[in-house]
């Protein structure tokens, strides 16, 4: 029906809210840094890269089940309920530095299950509609890592450990798919599956390296720019947030 549409539709766009947030602490690092001044400073950089790396692990792993071994509701429902306990479970555990990077893995592995946004829009929305939301998804995205790495920012500057409030959002988004989220009967046929196999064009791969080279350039800056605002007395996490919130607007403006 048309209500059910709408539901999915707000659903996906949900979704993007949540995946990819094991960045939205950047701003806070150096917040970090003082609050475990024993901790070695690549060791506080994994509060993002741990979170990445889990990310990208699980998706290499378990996104070829999607929607054929697993089904995608339960892949979403899975990936944000770890988001939320991942995300938000340091604000109580924060005295223990190795359980913050248990949680920041945890988050990083909901993050991955929630890579198959993609693959959910090609599935259930209509052919016609379906770059459209694609290019939804990038622009939500953006907005959202803008958004709230000025909220974090801001967090961070009255307690560090208030960073860590934002991923209740992904509780939200976790009741939402709950309620909303279609059930989705697996793909049985291996035939079928392998009719729409093809083979990836050189000119893909070659955008796909480009791409992670442009990726870590940009890591790099934003899980060094709170160092650089404190060392430099540019300011605090607040400006910090405030610098990457204006980089990724920009981002997705253009």
């Not at 990445?52 to 697993?70: C, D, N, P, Q, W």
């Not at 697996?186 to 791409?211: D, I, Y």
């Amino acid at each position: 029906s048309k209500e059910e549409k709408i539901r999915l539709y707000i659903n996906i766009l949900l979704i993007n809210l949540v995946c990819g947030s094991a960045t939205f602490l950047n701003p806070a690092i150096q917040r970090f840094a003082e609050a475990f001044p024993t901790v070695a400073p690549a060791q506080i950089a994994q509060i993002s890269t741990l979170a990445s790396f889990t990310s990208m692990l699980t998706m290499l792993i378990l996104g070829r089940y999607a929607g054929k071994r697993v089904s995608y509701r339960t892949m979403i429902l899975a990936g944000t309920a770890l988001c939320t306990i991942g995300g938000v479970a340091p604000f109580f555990l924060r005295t223990n530095w190795y359980s913050v990077l248990g949680c920041r893995a945890l988050l990083g592995m909901g993050c991955g299950l929630l890579g198959i946004r993609h693959a959910v829009v090609l599935r259930l929305v209509e052919e016609e509609k379906q770059s459209g939301f694609l290019g939804y998804g990038t622009v939500v995205m953006n907005l959202r890592i803008s958004g709230f790495s000025f909220l974090v920012g801001l967090l961070a500057d009255i307690r560090w450990y208030y960073s860590f409030l934002v991923y209740l959002l992904s509780g939200a988004v976790f009741v939402y798919s709950l309620l909303f989220f279609p059930r989705i009967p697996l793909e049985q046929s291996e035939a079928s599956r392998a009719e729409k196999k093809s083979r990836v064009p050189s000119g893909v791969w070659v955008l796909a390296l480009l791409n992670l080279i442009s990726t870590a350039a940009g890591y790099n800056v934003a899980t060094g720019m709170s160092g650089t605002v404190s060392a430099k007395g540019l300011g605090t996490a607040a400006v910090a947030g405030t610098i990457l919130s204006i980089r990724t607007l920009c981002g997705a403006g253009s």
